[in-house]
């Protein structure tokens, strides 16, 4: 086999085929190979420079084949993390002992910290392969080092609920991500409840975020991010554009509103009501920019747009709107504008541009006129009824009136009934249907005189006798012939109509016996009782409750009747309705209960408005007002939201500050009381603060604080005072402790305690060593710094790199112990260094792996027996070779030890270097047994005679020299001559073991001689 050494520094040439043909000679060549370019040599290779420690072989590459595919490269997905922190010099000193806590807790990351000292930053990059690994490192890191801060943030009031969540999830989900404390306010009475309209624009409440500097960021981030999605669609009223622009804003059929929309993600809603206002609502930057074109639009219509007036027929007016005002909008650009139904007005204004007014009267007068019109006169077919006849016939008509398909019949109003206008329409495009409609009328209308109708009156109470189940009686009367007509149980009407529809001549009789029946159906209520009460009209509401409420738990399941105000109408024998007004109807338990209810109802309501009136006073120092108000009127909410108190302070002033202030509390006495207690208890807990400051030195504010201020939230927590370290531009050794006198001296003494416990632990000293020590003293990657740490107990830091004088500075923190066993520790490392040897050997390069040997084990062995170290890790420092293929070896050690190791080191290389190359013939069938003799390492004649053979198909074979005893191997096949490199003394001694080992193989080999044997014939041997 090819020594390791070698084989690093060779060219790689091609492999022979592992599986030749039967045909071919197992030492045939190789196929020629595609040149290759030469590459630059890769430093960090261990082939290439071998270091003690690790093994210099390596297991050569297989040739591909054309049998299999090439195996897919894995590659592992790095996740990976980068923070970058603002560290005090405290900090930085306890760096060394957080990242190896960290390091621990979260086993699969690799953190790397650097530090920039011009901007006092230092970085963080955090390395895994598990995401969820690298967060929780980062978040360890950031708890651990990070500053603790207190932020807020401005929110819109109106998007409180968004923010929490449902079930505060939204909290609950930041706080878990990033470890913060978020405060949110409780909701301000005066806050509206989410509105259209910008919520930017309404109150503010200022959320408030405690943790790390970083987390806190990052907390802040996702809290906008929630307000800038909701915040990022508005919507907007228009409540200052005239209503008879909507139809022109909406277009023709909705047209000219869809191509508005189309300028992003947004939505218009015009109302069909005239006092309604426009609403756009969308992405904040589209509704600005629909809302500017519209109001263009406006601008543009007021300045341009005039008006037609003219006379219409009201029953006319029909045709006028729906698809035909679409239709003449459409073509002409103008609107029609109608009076209300109900007004008597038959004035119809067209509205437009005024070049398209004409347009627009014409296919108005089309539109109106292109329909039959036929009226039925009431009160002409009934010249002797009065006009309350003719509201009957409306009444009795409505669900009654002939239907055809294009035939319309409209009944009169109730202000055209007042006016005698009792005309009902019928209307048509088609001439005959609409003369069928209206014949049908004339003859329902004309079998209906005055004689045929009868009115009862009922109380509305016992209507719903009247009519049975489910309206069982009405349809027994209707089988009667006569139609009893029962007005809407909420009308309060106490009218019934019964309209005879019968021959004349049963007429009175079949009304006569209608009329006994619906009386005596509605006896039962002849026992009904109407009181009227008086209650103050501004408590009806508390009465009536959401949506009639509390009225109908107060009424019960007893069939009531109670109206509040002038909105009832008058029973009979009761005196004129005032707004304060409450009239009861029922049964007369029923309306005894009730009416006692409402009044002890009422007069709660009343002592309630007492009692939520009661004023009181309370004199504080005006210097304290700030700190009752609170941060943006915290405590004042607090106890408005608590105790319903109404808190007024007087306006501040300079003068105030320093003389007593009253404040005026409002609300229920029970709770005004209260509300002045808290505030008396504040005041004198404010009297008796005070506040104490200490000098502390700035790199001991972290200690006193805690990992994650748990120190300082302790002593806070445990004596109800506030302990506040500088920040920004404050003086920066001095912390202030703040609160009431006596929790203030407890916590300043266990804080000058602590502080004397941390200053005796955090002891400092600096101590000056070569620089050629420092290399020692960090060790690989660090490992004998942070060893010396852990054993010390002490923490080491390099605080300047060496001088003019060639010193470097170390400074040691930690209790004095700590820093006597580091500085004996380094002292000693750095005696050892000053009593060391360096020695630079020049030993030719090709000779390093050699002395190194396989897996670094031949140079271990010659330095132990040189008297040098047994450890691994100081062997390697002992001895090394370089890496740039120079000669240079360096031996660092104490000088006699040096000087041993030296020695063997070049002797053992002169060995190396009186080798020479001998040639062997020896028949191939014999290689594998020299092999196995001289060819591996570690093989008998290596290590008997530190020889090692090379056979003709290995790779090293053409690098050796030609052998010395050419002329001896005369015209051997070269396939059969095997190089032998060695001393030439022990050389010869091999090749006499190599004759024995073929003179063995030719004597088995060599055939038998015949043996000498007669054959006698069997009869000749019986004769």
Known sequence: MQDAGEASTSVRTPMADPFPSLGEPASAAPAPSKPQREARPDVSSEDAFPTLGASSAQVPRAAPTAWVSPVPVIQRVIHQATISLRLSEEQLAKLNTVLPKVQARCPTVKIEASTTRKTGYTTFIIKGANEAAVQLAKKELTVQLARRVTTAVLVPASLRAHVIGAGGKH??????????????????????????????????????????????????????????????????????????????????????????????????????????????????????????????????????????????????????????????????????????????????????????????????????????????????????????????????????????????????????????????????????DVARVHRELEQLVRAVGPDAVRVATIDP???????????????????????????????????????????????????????????????????????????????????????????????????????????????????????????????????????????????????????????????????????????????????????????????????????????????????????????????????????????????????????????????????????????????????????????????????????????????????????????????????????????????????REAGAGGQAVLRLRGARDAIQAARAAVSAIVAEVEREAELHLTIPSQFHAQLIGQGGQRLRDLIVRAGGPTDARAQAQTVRFARDRSDGVVVRADQDVAERIAALLQSEAQVLADRVVHGKVVPPRLHGQMVARGGRPGSPWQQSYGIQLVLPHWREYAELDAPVNAAELGDADPAHIIKVLGSPANVQQVFKDMDMVIANDAQRRRPRPPRAARVDDADDAAA
């Open 461 to 799: 109470l016992a209507h719903e006798w009247v009519a049975g189940k489910r309206g069982q009686h009405l349809k027994t009367y209707e089988g009667r012939g006569v139609d009893v007509l029962v007005p809407p149980e909420d009308s309060g009407r106490s009218d019934i109509l019964l309209v005879h529809r019968g021959a004349p001549a049963e007429r009175d009789a079949a009304l006569e016996t209608v009329l006994r029946d619906v009386v005596a159906a509605a006896a039962p209520a002849a026992d009904l009782q109407t009181a009227h009460i008086s209650i103050p009209a501004q408590y009806h509401e508390a009465i009536l409750g959401p949506d009639r409420t509390v009225l109908n738990a107060l009424m019960g399941e007893d069939r009531m009747q109670v109206t509040l105000g002038r909105r009832s109408v008058v029973p009979p024998g009761l005196e004129a309705l005032t707004d304060d007004s409450v009239v009861v109807r029922g049964a007369p338990t029923a309306v005894e209960r009730v009416v006692a209810r409402l009044q002890q109802m009422a007069a709660d309501a009343e002592q309630d408005s007492i009692d939520s009136r009661f004023v009181d006073e309370l004199n504080v120092p005006g210097v304290y007002v700030p700190r009752l108000i609170g941060r943006g009127g915290a405590a004042v909410t607090k106890l408005r939201d608590e105790l319903g108190v109404r808190v007024d302070f007087p306006d501040a002033d300079d003068t105030s500050r320093a003389k007593s202030v009253p404040i005026v509390l409002t609300g229920r006495k029970e709770c005004v009381a209260e509300a002045k207690a808290r505030l008396t208890a504040q005041v004198q807990r404010l009297m008796d603060e005070t506040t104490v400051r200490l000098r502390v030195p700035s790199a001991m504010h972290g200690a006193l604080i805690g990992p994650g201020g748990k120190y300082v939230s302790r002593l806070q927590d445990k004596y109800g005072v506030r302990i506040l370290f500088p920040r920004g531009n404050d003086d920066a050794d001095e912390v202030s402790v703040r609160g009431g006198k006596r929790g203030v001296a407890e916590a300043q003494a266990e804080l000058l305690e602590l502080l004397a416990y941390e200053q005796e632990r955090n002891q400092a000293e600096e101590m000056t060593v070569p620089q050629r020590a420092i290399a020692r003293i960090l060790g690989r990657s660090g490992a004998t710094i942070n060893q010396l740490r852990l054993e010390s107990g002490a923490e080491i830091d390099v605080e």
């Open 171 to 432: 909290i609950k989900s930041i706080t878990e991500q990033t470890g913060v404390r978020i405060h949110v306010p409780p909701r301000s009475a005066e806050a509206a409840d989410e509105a259209v309209g910008d919520p930017l624009l309404g109150e503010q409440m200022e959320i408030t975020i405690e943790g790390d500097e970083i987390h806190v960021d990052e907390a802040q981030a996702l809290i906008q991010a929630i307000v800038a999605e909701r915040t990022s669609k508005i919507s907007q009223r228009l409540s200052h554009i005239e209503p008879e622009f909507y139809p022109f804003l909406g277009g023709a059929r909705a047209e000219a509103l869809a191509a508005s929309e189309g300028r992003g993600e947004v939505m218009i809603k015009v109302p069909q009501q005239r006092n309604a206002p426009i609403l756009v609502q969308g992405e904040r930057a589209s509704v600005a920019a629909v809302v500017d074109a519209m109001e263009a639009q406006v601008r543009d219509m007021r300045a341009s747009f005039q008006t037609l007036s003219l006379t219409i027929p009201k029953r006319q007016h029909a045709f006028l709107v729906g698809n035909n005002a679409a239709d003449i909008l459409a073509a002409t650009q103008c609107h029609i504008e109608l009076p209300p139904v109900h007004d008597v007005s038959e004035v119809v204004t067209i509205r437009g541009p005024q070049t398209q007014l004409p347009l627009a009267l014409t296919a108005a007068l089309e539109r109106a006129n292109a329909v039959t019109i036929k009226v039925v006169d009431l009160g002409a077919l009934h010249p002797q009824a009065d006009a309350q006849h003719a509201q009957h016939l409306v009444q009795w008509l409505g669900p009654r009136t002939p239907r055809m398909d294009g035939v319309q019949v409209f009944l009169p109003a109730a202000t055209a009934l007042q006016t005698g206008r009792a005309h009902v329409e019928v209307v048509g495009e088609s001439a005959e």
